[in-house]
């Protein structure tokens, strides 16, 4: 279980993040969502233990992750940008992390790279960004890892790469019961396999939920009433976001449910049309109607 509780981070002129709380259950797949600059990648850092946070704790199986080789031993990272090794040849990153990390399975890298195909000479300067995370990800799997840590691991992949990818993971996922976070500005991607969501906006937690009760709470409604609608509708405590046209009104709820339904009822609704959002449109309504 991956614990983050308090968690805030400062930087000259700025508050990265600020008293950031949740829990990922074990063999939970968890999405981290949020704009440029919503402190996601400062957050990932201070969980991998790069930074130091100046207020809260990050706790891995009820241990701290500060300073703690034991705890990080079983954590695989993938940072946005791998340019540690950059003058290094692919061989020789792996004897590096064979070093490192006494679990190190290279049947399992090379099974991997049976997919990817990352020649092993080559130097990682070489190599695409796509390429680069691909070869940071095969590493992070072959160490066997109880949590997954994942900032932006699909940038820069081709379709076809992208679904075996992401294949891999909920492999990996279903198999040992890895626990992962995973931050990407591809939502489909993280939709298709996620099953919490965590959005962040302005180094905050706005949202932490399933997706399935995401998509329960967040639709979008067009309603037409028979005559016109109550006085102070537009204010409703349950909507986002609310246009007219005509007649008809256009609403994006944070809170839909029977009893919402019924209210609309209650106040003589000629019509009422249910639709699905995506995780994107979820994200865009979040982070609007805080502005």
Known sequence: MLEIKNISKSFPG???VKNVSFTIDKGNITGLVGPNGAGKSTLIRTIVDIYEPDNGEVLINSQNVRDNSDIKKIIGYVADKNDYFN??????????????????????????????????RQKLSKLSKGNISRVFFMLAL?????????????????????????????????ERKTTVLISSH????????????????????IKNNSLDNLKKNMRKLQVIFKDKAPEGFE????FLQIDKIGRSYNIITKDYTEALAEKLK?????????????????????VESRN
């Open 87 to 120: 003058q290094s040849r692919i061989k020789d990153i792996i004897k590096h992390y064979k070093l490192a990390y006494e679990n190190f399975d290279m049947d399992c890298f090379n099974k991997a790279n049976e997919v990817f195909k990352i020649p092993l």
């Open 186 to 205: 591809n939502l489909a991607d993280l939709e298709s396999i996620c099953d919490q969501v965590i959005f962040m906006d302005d180094g905050e937690v």
């Open 235 to 238: 204010k409703w405590p349950e």
């Open 266 to 286: 209650a106040n003589d609704v000629l019509f009422v049309e249910e639709l699905d959002l995506s995780l994107e449109d979820m994200l865009v309504y979040s």
């Open 142 to 174: 072959s160490i066997r890892p109880e949590i997954m840590i994942l900032d932006e691991p699909t940038s820069g992949l081709d379709p076809i790469i992208k679904r075996k990818f992401l294949k891999m993971l909920i492999d990996d996922v279903y």
């Open 14 to 16: 700025k508050e990265a």
